[in-house]
């Protein structure tokens, strides 16, 4: 299984941006897909999932900015980040959980700065 995320780049406080994460490879239909960052000197966080039923669950930090959506046939998740703050500055790392199995992708970087 591979992760290959896109997106992420500069954005000024306010602003918005997506990212997206396919997942290719032998997957099992019933699985959870979501979106992890890891800011410098930080662990990494839990920022938003969404289960291929539709269930999507959010970090606090992230609720009512940032919205998970998936679509299954190509096994893609998004990620769109509305009213960025500085804080939200990270690397962004797709995440499929299948069963026991956890894979990660590389990251992308997602700068908010003016």
């Known amino acids: 299984v591979q992760l290959q995320a896109s997106g992420g780049g500069l954005v000024q406080p306010g602003g918005s941006l997506s990212v997206s994460c396919v997942a290719s490879g032998k997957i099992f239909r019933l699985n959870v897909l979501g979106w992890y960052r890891q800011a410098p000197g930080k662990q990494r966080e839990l920022v938003a999932t969404?289960?291929?039923?539709?269930?999507?669950n959010y970090a606090d930090s992230v609720k009512g900015r940032f919205t998970i959506s998936r679509d299954n046939a190509s096994n893609t998740v998004y990620l769109q980040m509305n009213s960025l703050k500085p804080d939200d500055t990270a690397v962004y790392y797709c995440?499929?959980?299948?069963?026991?199995?956890?894979?990660w992708g590389r990251g992308t970087q997602v700068t908010v700065s003016s």
């Open positions: 995440n499929l959980r299948v069963l026991k199995y956890v894979f």
């Open positions: 969404v289960t291929s039923g539709g269930s999507t």
